[in-house]
């Protein structure tokens, strides 16, 4: 798989991609991460990719020329799946969303700054929307490495324990049942006495109760039947 990111700031994407289990998957050949900074394809003097907005208002525009030349030249190397803008009014990113791009090859993520992008990129260049969540972010990097790490741990190989991303919380619709680890009793705060039986059917049973009953309380919403 290969991600390519369209920012304005590429140093505010450095250390996501440089630690840890991202890191590694890029070692291993398993992703290509390429971030590109839009500068490099602006077109005036100064190198700006923003201007006014046209009819007034506060904040800047991101101007589509750039964008345009950036996502041009990357389309002439390969062919892309989709065109993602990271943006507050985009599609809520959910683990199903996650699940289905990690499926997919090629992937452009479009970083949104400002008053956000000039509306013709939306129009034309960008094939969906993708937003983390309901509120607003200084701009759209942080929400391009989180759908990008999102997507990620879930590709063949990235996970030493391959099941581990299958037990991930929202892989069956229900959040992850506790988790604990020695010592068995701290302070007098026991271990479940269950998890220390060696009774691998009960401890099955006794965490899809536990998750079932996390769900309920913290997420009802995950409930199909508790939504109508
Ligand atoms: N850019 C600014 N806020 C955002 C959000 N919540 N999700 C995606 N991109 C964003």
């Known amino acids: 798989m ?104 090629n992937l452009i993520m479009l970083c949104g700054h400002y008053k956000g992008v000039d509306e013709r990129v939306r129009e034309h260049l960008v094939t969906r929307e993708v937003s983390i969540g309901d509120y607003v972010l200084s701009g759209g990097e942080l929400a391009a490495a989180v759908l990008s790490d999102a997507i990620i741990r879930l590709l063949p190989g990235v996970l030493s324990d391959e099941t581990s991303a299958l037990t991930d919380s929202f892989q069956d619709g229900l959040v992850a049942p506790p988790v604990y680890t020695r010592p068995a009793e701290y302070r007098g705060w026991k271990v479940p006495e269950v998890l220390l039986s060696g009774h691998q059917q009960n401890i099955e049973q006794w965490k899809l109760e536990k998750a079932i009953e996390r769900t309920k309380s913290r997420r009802p919403g995950l409930f199909p039947q508790e939504n109508s």
């Open 2 to 105: 290969r991600i390519d990111i369209i920012t304005c700031l590429p140093r505010l994407l450095e250390s996501p991609f440089n630690d840890s289990i991202l890191k590694r998957a890029q070692a291993k050949g398993l992703v290509t991460v390429a971030v590109h900074d839009l500068r490099a394809y602006a077109t005036n003097k100064h190198r700006t990719t923003d201007d006014y907005a046209f009819g007034g208002g506060a904040g800047m525009v991101m101007m589509i020329e750039p964008i345009d030349r950036c996502i041009e030249s990357l389309k002439a190397q390969r062919t892309y799946d989709e065109v993602i803008y990271m943006s507050p009014d985009g599609e809520l990113l959910t683990q199903s969303m996650a699940n289905e791009l990690s499926l997919k090859g």
